[in-house]
């Protein structure tokens, strides 16, 4: 027994001998504060370095334009032409028929025959229907008798007027009986007339049971049937006739092209004019202008013109809205450049001019210039150029005067200086030629 636990109780002692024995828990264990650091910084590098990996890598910059080292900006350039430049007019216009015909019928009756087809092409005079023509042959059977019962009448009233006309001379009857048969013959001569009137009129009634084309041209819809009764005031009519070839178009201008229009037609020139579909793109057919108006609308300024087309393919139709080109003068042996050589600033409108003289070393300079007529992508040049002149159709907009260009295959120069950014000499824009990498793409690092 230890010395301290003879000093106590015996009860005492056997309780410290019962109490637990507690464990010290000892703290964790840290890491330095520079080694957190140093992972840290390694965790950064790794993940910049990752960054980069991904990144496209920067091509390198191109020959010629602003990145050039010898400062010419790549350009296209194209001669000045000598050419006819036409003046045209455009307009809208609407197709419209020579003749239009409703057909109707002439005298009532019941329609018993119809010979044409909807959309049928028909020559002035052919059958179209008919109608039902017995009434109207009773008619001229009537007349024709009354013609020969009057004809017979007047044949007897000859007779007696030469028999009284012998006796008188004898003295066997008085002046007045053979004068009132003379009149009497006249009377018969008139009814004669009226009755050869009416036969006529019965046989033109029974024509008109033959309803017939006036006019040639393509015939519509079909308005009545067969079996109906027809007659003259009908509004619709049977059918309508319109007339295709030739064909006309209606088409304004504004007046003050008036006089030169006039000018021309009253020289004895022949005005051609082109109708174009509503894009423009297509030529349905070529004319020439026809008349003109003899007003101007005072509303819009404007005045009407007919251009005739003789329509063979039947392209144009009545009512058809087309786009009219008209061709009122050519500009004979003018300079033509392209409509993107032309710009405009403080010198007014001007052009850039290649310098030819040092091959090698080429610049442009500044050319005002005075535009004449144009069409679509052309211009004619009025004063200013002259022809086998070279200037700058594409690039226009990295120059000043006095720059340095560049032109593809041109003496001195790299071919392909002159190609657009993102393409290749002889490759189509948008394409990748072979062998090059697309931006954005890394390119595939060489195996060991």
Known sequence: MAPDDQK?????????????????????????????????????????????????????????????????????????????????LSALGTVT???????????????????????????????????????????????????????????????????????????AIGRQQADTQAALVRQYDGTIQTDQAQVDNAQLNLDYTRIQAPISGRVGLRQVDKGNYVQTNDTNGLVVITLLKPITVVFSVPEDNLQAIRQRLNSGASLPVAAYDRGQTKVLANG????????????????????????????LFPNQFVNIRLQVDVVKDTPIIPTAAVQRGAPGTFVYVVNDSDPANQ??????????????????????????????????????????????NAPGGRAGANA?????????????????????????????
């Open 363 to 408: 610049t442009v300079s500044v050319r005002p210039v005075t535009l004449g007529p144009g069409e679509g992508e052309r211009v004619s040049v009025a004063s200013g150029l002259q022809a086998g002149e070279k200037i700058v159709v594409d690039g226009v907009d990295r120059l000043k005067d006095g720059a340095k260009i560049r032109q593809p």
């Open 420 to 448: 657009p950014q993102g393409t290749s000499q002889g490759a189509p824009r948008g394409t990748t030629p072979a062998g090059a990498t697309p931006a954005g793409q890394r390119q595939p690092r060489p195996s060991p």
């Open 8 to 88: 106590l109780p015996p009860t005492l002692a056997s309780r410290s001998e019962q109490r637990p024995v507690l464990a010290v828990a000892r703290p964790p264990r840290r890491w330095p504060r520079w080694i957190k650091l140093l992972i840290a910084a390694v965790l950064c590098v790794v993940m910049v370095i990752a960054i980069i990996q991904l990144l496209p890598k920067p091509s390198a910059p191109r020959a010629g334009g602003r990145f050039n080292a010898s400062g010419a900006t790549p350009v296209v350039s194209a001669p000045v032409i000598k050419g006819d430049m036409p003046i045209n």
């Open 288 to 315: 020439t202008l026809s008349t003109i108006d003899n007003l101007i609308d005072t509303t819009t300024g404007t005045i009407k013109l007919r251009a005739q087309f003789d329509n063979v393919d039947e392209a």
């Open 97 to 171: 028929s020579l003749a239009t015909v409703t057909v109707r019928a002439r005298i009532g009756g019941q329609l018993t025959e119809v010979y044409f087809i909807e959309g049928q092409d028909v020559n002035a005079g052919d059958l179209l229907a008919q109608v039902d023509p017995r009434p109207y042959q009773v008619a001229l059977e009537q007349a024709r008798g009354q013609l020969a019962r009057d004809q017979a009448l007047l044949e007897n009233a000859k007779t007696d007027l030469a028999r009284y006309q012998g006796l008188v001379s004898q003295g």
